[in-house]
């Protein structure tokens, strides 16, 4: 084995460990900002590793790449906003997985037959992951960014015929591996694979796009592994397959968090239910005022705050961060309550809330904090609606029964900023802001909580 052989395999292998590293780091939030520069190196060396092969043929295209992959890169990590963060990793997954299929399509144009059995399956593979996974993930790109109806797109027998599209694409797949030198079965399954991933998509509302992204990734991973066995590139191969097992094993968190079962989102069509009446909802929601909740906040024992989708938007963690500081100065006992879906994207909470500096020792997961509900004095909800609505629990006619919620209704006190009667991301009406522990505090959460803070202040 010369030298630069030997170079590659060693970039290679380690590149493999700080991958895998990488992925442990991110499982915990102390540990999530080393694991990404872990990851970043992983690659850096994968990419390295690759570029000093022989086998590359011309530099000027691959700098050409480099360049615009990372302006595009660049402008996407400085401009996109946090919360439009699920769209923009969809737009990724596009990416990648055009990219792999674009190599397996050239792979199959330019060797077809010659390239054995083995080959030509994973080359199958992958193009048929990658293209459905590329046009799955431009659609849940539009979807999410509102460019195309984020509502269920639904016709009759609309599953039997996407599974009746799927079973003539894997066909075509399994021709290629048989016949690869007919080639009228490659392309074939090529189209169909790229109509069935918007097929795939169609009937999934908005709602549940963040599972079918991480889905999406997870094939996208799998397509890129394939492409790995057929230019025989070891770290892709890794990293392909840590992709494609991570993503699905986030699909399968988020589904369970969400009480929901993979089927249930990929062919339930969830999201176009018209009818969003519950029980205990027919009363007077009551209104609050700053100074109100400043005293109850000044001279309570516990807070827990509850952060949601709607401290994203107004981007107020900072504030709520500074209202948590004064409360504890003042003697409080503050607790940051997570629920593992509010918001638009896993971990949404703890990335806005560690970016504002909140301890870590501070934030409690739903199974932690739910028994201190009872005892806490005033529980804060700040911009979130479903993963408080008690309707999930107490009602099992309602579309989210049984999504394990934060029970702030036991609370001594239940305080919701929001900025009107906007409903939650399921579209239900939430008997919480209807009980009579619960006061609405109506207005944009940043600018809410800075109010309270100067009342806190005040009081
Ligand atoms: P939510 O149910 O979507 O509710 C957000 C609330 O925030 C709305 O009721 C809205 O009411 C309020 N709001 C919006 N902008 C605001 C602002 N600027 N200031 C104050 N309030 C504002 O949010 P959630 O409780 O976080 O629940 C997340 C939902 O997303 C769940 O249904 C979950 O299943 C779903 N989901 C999440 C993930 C994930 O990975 N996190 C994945 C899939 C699905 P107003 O309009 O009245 O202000």
């Avoid at 700080?18 to 872990?38: C, K, N, Q, V, Y």
């Avoid at 480099?66 to 990590?77: D, F």
């Avoid at 919480?432 to 609405?440: I, R, V």
């Amino acid at each position: 084995m010369s030298l630069r052989t030997w170079l590659i395999e060693i970039s290679y292998l380690v590149a493999s460990v700080l991958f895998i590293l990488g992925l442990r780091g991110m499982s915990r939030p102390e540990s999530a900002r080393r694991g990404m520069h872990m990851a970043e190196i992983g690659m850096l060396l994968a990419i390295v590793g690759t570029l000093v092969q022989r086998e590359i043929i011309s530099y000027e295209w691959i700098i050409g790449g480099l360049l615009l992959g990372s302006t595009i890169g660049l402008a996407m990590g400085l401009w996109v906003p946090m919360t439009a963060m699920p769209q923009r990793t969809a737009l990724s997954h596009a990416f990648g997985a055009f990219a792999a299929s674009l190599v397996g399509i050239s792979a199959y144009y330019l060797y077809g037959a010659k390239l054995g059995g083995f080959k030509t399956g994973a080359l199958g593979f992958e193009v048929l992951l990658g293209s459905l996974t590329t046009t799955g993930s431009l659609l849940a790109f539009a979807k999410l960014q509102g460019l195309v109806r984020g509502t269920p797109i639904v016709y009759k027998g609309q599953n039997v015929f996407n599974l009746a599209l799927l079973a003539v694409t894997v066909f075509c797949f399994l021709a290629v591996l048989f016949y690869p030198g007919v080639q009228p079965f490659f392309y074939l399954m090529l189209v169909l694979a790229f109509a069935f991933g918007i097929l795939l998509v169609l009937p999934i509302g908005a709602a549940d796009m963040p599972v079918v992204i991480a889905l999406l990734n997870s094939y996208a991973g799998l397509a890129s592994a394939a492409t790995g066995m057929v230019i025989g590139n070891n770290v892709l191969v890794i990293a392909g397959t840590l992709d494609g097992g991570s993503g699905f094993i986030l699909s399968i968190v988020m589904c369970r968090a969400m009480n929901r079962s993979i089927r249930n989102v990929l062919f339930g069509a969830f999201g176009g239910v018209t009818d969003t009446s519950a029980a205990g909802t027919d009363g007077q929601m009551r209104e609050v005022t700053f100074d109100d909740v400043a005293v109850q906040l000044a001279y309570a024992r516990q807070a827990v705050f509850v952060p949601g989708y709607g401290m994203a938007t107004a981007q107020a963690q900072h504030a709520l961060r500074e209202l948590g500081e004064t409360l504890e100065n003042r003697g409080v006992t503050v607790k940051y309550a997570i629920h593992p879906v509010a918001g638009r994207m896993p971990g949404h909470m703890n990335v806005l809330l560690a970016e504002a500096n909140v301890p870590y020792s501070q934030l409690y997961e739903l199974e932690h904090i739910n028994p201190e509900f009872p005892s806490t004095d005033v529980a804060v909800v700040v911009g979130a609606n479903d993963v408080v609505n008690p309707d999930a629990r107490d009602n099992p006619k309602s579309i989210i029964a049984g999504m394990p919620i934060l029970e702030v209704d036991r609370a001594k006190s239940v305080v919701v900023v929001k900025r009107g009667q906007g409903k939650g991301f399921s579209g239900l009406v939430n008997p919480l802001f209807f009980k009579p522990n619960c006061g609405m505090l109506y207005g944009d959460a940043k600018d809410s909580l800075s109010q309270l803070l100067q009342a806190v202040r005040e009081a």
